[in-house]
């Protein structure tokens, strides 16, 4: 299996602020990676998908970067709707497996 | 636009069988794409559990060890999960979602989960 790496673990960031979410994967997936946010309770949400397009209705200050082993999620002035977990998903080869999760909160 | 519902057990008795059904709606299945299971167990990350395809072909994890099957009635458009000797580590929120119409693609959307306990 494909293993994700995802750093940081948790992060703090205020209103206003950049971040940025690095994923990792153990071998080349090309651009097969999609970025996921999730709140507390709720189903997780496609944000980016094949590495940096964004998906239909997601803000543009949401974006993804990166191929082969290493992609960034980058949230350009953080609102405070942003709060959440990030995770990154590979889908190059099945089992398509997750990373462990970005806590990004205040 | 697609809608997906879990329904099913909340509460399962460990050795027993995990039973799920994923209602499907504002989709035929029959059109295409490939259908998925995930779980995540309470304050753990996600594990994606297999998926069909609308002509009944599936992919399992194989870290599952053969005791996972999922299964699809497109008259009723909806799709199953079975998990067999169901124990502790089950405990998980089950996601149905929607894969893409190619093999590979991103997962969207989403049901809204169900949370499922194995107790002993």
């Known amino acids: 299996d494909i293993q994700m790496t995802q750093s940081p673990s948790s992060l703090s960031a205020s209103v206003g602020d950049r971040v940025t979410i690095t994923c990792r994967a153990s071998q080349s997936i090309a651009d097969s990676l999609n970025w996921y946010q999730q709140k507390p309770g709720k189903a997780p949400r496609l944000l980016i998908y094949?590495?940096?397009s964004l998906q239909n209705g997601v803000p543009s200050r949401f974006s993804g970067g990166g191929s082969g082993t290493d992609f960034t999620l980058t949230i350009n002035s953080l609102r405070p709707d942003d709060f959440a977990i990030y995770h990154c998903?590979?889908?190059?080869?099945?089992?398509?497996?997750f990373g462990p999760g970005t806590k990004v909160d205040i | 636009q697609v809608q997906l519902r879990e329904s099913g057990p909340e509460l399962v008795k460990a050795s027993e069988t995990l039973s799920l059904t994923c209602d499907v709606s504002?989709?035929?299945?029959?059109?295409?794409?490939?259908w998925v299971w995930i779980r995540q167990p309470p304050g753990k990350g996600l594990e994606w559990i297999g998926n069909?395809?609308?002509?009944?072909?599936?992919y399992y994890n194989p870290s599952l060890r053969g005791r996972v099957t999922i299964s699809a009635d497109t008259s009723k458009n909806q799709f199953s999960l079975n998990l067999n000797s169901a124990a502790a580590a089950d405990t998980a929120v089950y996601y149905c979602?929607?894969?893409?119409?190619?093999?590979?693609?991103?997962?969207?959307?989403w049901g809204q989960g169900i949370l499922v306990t194995v107790s002993s």
């Open positions: 998903q590979q889908t190059h080869s099945p089992p398509f497996t």
């Open positions: 094949s590495a940096s």
């Open positions: 979602a929607k894969e893409g119409a190619v093999a590979g693609n991103w997962v969207d959307p």
């Open positions: 504002g989709y035929s299945m029959t059109s295409g794409s490939y």
């Open positions: 069909i395809y609308h002509t009944g072909s599936t």
